[in-house]
């Protein structure tokens, strides 16, 4: 282990900051990744091609006029891939938009089940506000469905930029110092500093913001007398988990590898290495070696690293989209610090310590002065429980035992090019019919060379009938032919896809118009929904292992108070402003899940779902026998409104003043209190079941569980307000007998019987000793437990 040792004036050492460690040499190390590189792409040369001229039928890139069967014949670009590709893009984006958050978190504890709403809630607002979360949606959508593959990278990034601080002020006064206004300028403007006079007249200081950071300040005057401050400051730009979508090529791992995560016996078919591809302009190299994270490069290496220029040779898959688009590559910058380099982050399994065991390392490596950048053990970059790399991905085909899935581009290449060759034919007849070849006599007076007619013209012959002839070309049976072929290609392109009418909302043509009703559409359309519901599960995985990884990271790099604003937030009762303690709101272990399909993600079929439910739960049966009560058709209606993009808040009240709290069940509520914090929720099992729960748990041994005695309070406050429910229902039930009694009043002519149950407790406020419980019971296990 290396380390860099500092020590002050009195020789105490007050610093102690590692470099990369490692018994290696960094010229083999450079090497050897760049070694790896060059197998790893010698090794899917012939794939690169294939997926580069696939890429290009999508793109509908021709070169505008073939020259067969003769010059200038059709060569047109059909649209049936790009069609077919663009719709299940654009379905996955809107499957996965429809739901925020993208994943929910699940305790693995019970304990940390009050902390999966703020777990979700700070990722999504890390995934959309604080990043573009959704072009990563529509960069891993389009890899997944053209590549077959989709491979984001998810590190935790911390840049700093140096900003300049301006600030225009009224000028001075006649009789005002400038120290006394500058003064109260700073004040104001940075309270939390600590500032220091540089100058004795006051027009330069010294700033020191609370995180330690120095800067300075300088005042200036204009033209026109007013004050000017002026200074530069290093600010924090971004701090968090971000997300970056790697393009096919700019992923590399071994042949025959079947993911990229860490092999061993428990995923046999990991890949021994992964090597990621970007190009940083040599100003990102500077800045990142004079902030230490790259700590092996010397001033001998930065001069190499300046001469140096990325040229990108081997990229000829971009190269060729550059020919293919018409794009001129950029010619190589005058200014030094604007040229790229190839980088390459590679994580490797090594042995580190020559004691025959391999453990997971990190190399950056540069490509073109073949240098190290930085060595690191893996889990100290990206720590998590079981350790993994930063890595998730996604096949739309799985293929067993590979990485590399089968993409729609390649799905659709056959009958692609079937359809253009089918195409291109009728069009060619076409031609032929309208522009056919003729004959002539050889002694006739027409001149032997080849002559091309245009509408309207004459050409002078002794006898035109028997001095030339044209064929005739029939071209009914050509385009039969072709209509036909283009029909049996259409549908097998349908049922490869299962994106036929029927999954476009229409009725197949020739079908009987009975199935144009919306119970039939519906059904149908349910039977070609297994390979999409599939297709969409797969990418669904993939943000589970992002989210997954963003909470480790949430974990271990947060800073320890974060606040953050929900966005989009639906309920305008609930505060949007949040905080989140790491070691108090995310420790724990946490798994991912989601709840979108295929129907979920439609918001018509979510519409009429609902609808559905509501025609059901809403009759007067299920009122009657108490399976549907108030609160659950208000919290019903508020999701059918929210169906419709609407805030039915707006439009609706709540039946009673909790209807929006959701239902829990008395262990969720204990282990609420046992964790300190008040349950907020109605009981899932009724008022009576619940507080039946409640005063069997106080009589049991767990209650030595509430070690505290505001926990034994706070279980005390809670069973009060259970009780009170009870009470509530009770009083209900005896209106209702007692209006049926009398001809249908609904309280009778006394009226409701008087509320004797004990109020809510208040903040600063103490209970009474005895506690209000249905059928008695529990309050004597309370106080000898308090």
Same mark, same amino acid.
């Given at each position: 282990?290396?380390e860099?040792?500092?020590f002050d004036?009195?020789?105490i050492?007050?610093?102690r900051?590692?470099?990369s460690?490692?018994?290696f ?12 590189v060059?197998?790893?792409?010698d ?12 890429y ?5 890139w021709?070169?505008?006029?073939d ?25 996955l984006?809107?499957?996965?938009m ?28 890390q995934?959309?506000v ?23 990278y ?14 225009s ?21 940075f ?9 004795e ?5 010294e700033?020191?913001?609370?995180e ?9 005057t ?10 530069k ?7 968090g988990?971000?997300?970056i ?45 004079k ?14 690293i ?25 010619l190589e ?14 994580f ?5 310590d ?11 490596v ?7 950048l ?14 993994r ?32 060759q ?5 069009i060619?007849?076409?031609t ?6 003729g004959?002539?006599?050889?002694t ?5 060379e080849?002559m091309?007619?245009?509408p %309207?013209?004459?050409? &002078?012959?002794? *006898? =035109?009938?028997?001095? +030339? ?5 029939s071209a009914?049976?050509? @385009? ?18 299962v ?13 009987s ?5 919306s119970?039939?559409?519906q ?5 070609g929904?297994?390979?999409p ?18 909470h480790e ?8 108070q974060?606040?953050?604003?929900i966005m %989009?937030?639906?309920? &305008?009762r609930k *505060? =949007?402003?949040?905080? +989140?303690e ?6 724990g272990?946490? @798994? ?24 059901v ?13 108030p609160?659950t ?27 929006s709290?959701?239902?829990i ?14 349950p907020?929720g109605t ?8 507080m ?38 009770e ?8 209006g ?7 309280q009778?002519a006394?009226g ?8 809510q ?18 309050n ?7």
């Amino acid at each position: 282990m290396a380390e860099q040792l500092e020590f002050d004036e009195q020789g105490i050492r007050r610093n102690r900051r590692r470099k990369s460690e490692g018994k290696f040499k960094n010229e083999d190390i450079a090497n050897r990744v760049v070694d790896f590189v060059k197998q790893d792409s010698d090794a899917r040369v012939d794939d690169t091609e294939l997926r580069l001229q696939r890429y290009a039928k999508f793109r509908m890139w021709t070169d505008g006029g073939d020259d067969w069967p003769w010059e200038g014949s059709s060569d047109i670009g059909l649209p049936d891939i790009m069609t077919d590709v663009l719709s299940l893009e654009d379905t996955l984006h809107n499957a996965v938009m429809s739901n925020r958050p993208i994943a929910n978190a699940r305790a693995v504890q019970k304990v940390n089940a009050d902390k999966e709403d703020l777990v979700d809630d700070l990722i999504d607002t890390q995934m959309f506000v604080e990043q573009q979360g959704e072009k990563a949606v529509e960069e891993a959508a389009s890899a997944f469905v053209m590549d077959g593959v989709t491979t984001a990278y998810v590190p935790w990034v911390r840049e700093d930029r140096k900003v300049s601080i301006f600030r225009s002020y009224k000028g001075l006064e006649p009789n005002e110092l400038p120290i006394e206004k500058f003064t109260a300028i700073l004040g104001q403007e940075f309270a939390q500093h600590q500032i220091f006079q540089l100058d004795e007249q006051g027009w330069d200081w010294e700033l020191i913001d609370p995180e330690g950071q120095k800067f300075g300040i300088k005042f200036y005057t204009s033209k026109d007398g007013e004050i000017e401050m002026i200074g530069k400051q290093s600010v924090r730009i971004y701090d968090g988990p971000k997300i970056i979508m790697k393009e096919y090529e700019d992923v590399l791992c071994p042949p025959r590898s079947a993911n990229l995560r860490i092999p061993g016996p428990s995923n046999p078919g990991g890949a021994t290495h992964v090597i990621l591809v970007d190009h940083p302009s040599v100003d990102e190299i500077q800045r990142l070696v004079k902030s230490d994270f790259y700590d092996l490069v010397s001033t001998k290496d930065m001069k190499r690293i300046l001469e140096g220029s990325d040229n990108q040779t081997e990229e000829e898959v971009k190269d060729q989209k550059d020919v293919f688009q018409g794009t001129t590559k950029a010619l190589e910058p005058d200014d030094d610090t604007h040229k790229t380099l190839t980088r390459y982050l590679c994580f490797d399994v090594y042995d580190l310590d020559k004691n025959g065991e391999n453990i997971d390392m990190m190399w950056w490596v540069l490509k073109e002065p073949k240098l190290l950048l930085k060595a690191k053990v893996m889990t100290e970059m990206y720590p998590a429980d079981p350790p993994r790399r930063p890595l998730a991905e996604a096949n739309l085909i799985p293929v067993a035992g590979r990485r590399e899935g089968i993409g729609l581009l390649e799905m659709l290449e056959t009958t692609h090019d079937l359809k253009k060759q089918i195409f291109d034919q009728g069009i060619d007849a076409g031609t032929l019919q309208n522009m056919p070849f003729g004959f002539y006599r050889a002694t006739s007076n027409i001149k032997p060379e080849v002559m091309r007619m245009l509408p %309207g013209d004459m050409m &002078p012959l002794s *006898d =035109p009938q028997s001095d +030339v002839h044209f064929p005739n070309l029939s071209a009914n049976n050509s @385009q039969a032919f072709t209509l036909n072929i283009m029909s049996m290609a259409d549908a097998m392109q349908e049922k490869l896809t299962v994106r036929g009418d029927l999954q476009l909302g229409r009725v197949p043509i020739g079908r009987s118009s009975a199935l144009r009703t919306s119970q039939n559409l519906q059904s149908l359309m349910a039977a070609g929904e297994a390979r999409p519901e599939r297709i969409l599960r797969r990418f669904m995985m993939m943000w589970i292992e992002i989210f997954a990884q963003i909470h480790e990271l949430n974990q271990h790099f947060l800073p320890e108070q974060k606040k953050f604003r929900i966005m %989009g937030i639906t309920d &305008p009762r609930k *505060d =949007p402003y949040r905080e +989140v303690e790491v070691l108090k709101d995310l420790k724990g272990r946490f @798994q991912f899940d989601f709840s979108v399909n295929v129907l979920n993600a439609s918001k018509i079929a979510q519409q009429d779902s609902l609808e559905k439910l509501m025609s059901v739960y809403s009759t007067e049966l299920m009122l009657t026998l108490g399976i549907s009560t108030p609160e659950t058709i208000y919290r019903m209606a508020l999701d059918w409104g929210r169906a419709h993009g609407q805030r039915p808040e707006k439009y609706i009240n709540e039946p009673s003043p909790d209807a929006s709290l959701p239902p829990i069940l008395a262990e969720e509520a204990l282990t609420q209190i046992m964790g300190g914090q008040m349950p907020q929720g109605t009981p899932m099992e009724g008022p009576q079941q619940h507080m039946a729960k409640l005063q069997q748990f106080i009589q049991s041994d767990q209650m030595a569980f509430m070690d505290s005695p505001g926990k034994i309070t706070m279980l005390r406050t809670y069973m009060s307000g259970v009780a009170q429910r009870i009470k509530q229902e009770e009083i209900a039930k005896a209106a209702g007998v007692q209006g049926q009694g009398s001809g249908g009043s609904a309280q009778g002519a006394g009226g409701p019987p008087p509320d004797t149950s004990q109020p809510q407790v208040q903040d600063n406020e103490l209970l009474d000793e005895s506690l209000p419980t249905a059928g008695g019971g529990g309050n004597g296990a309370l106080q000898g437990a308090q």
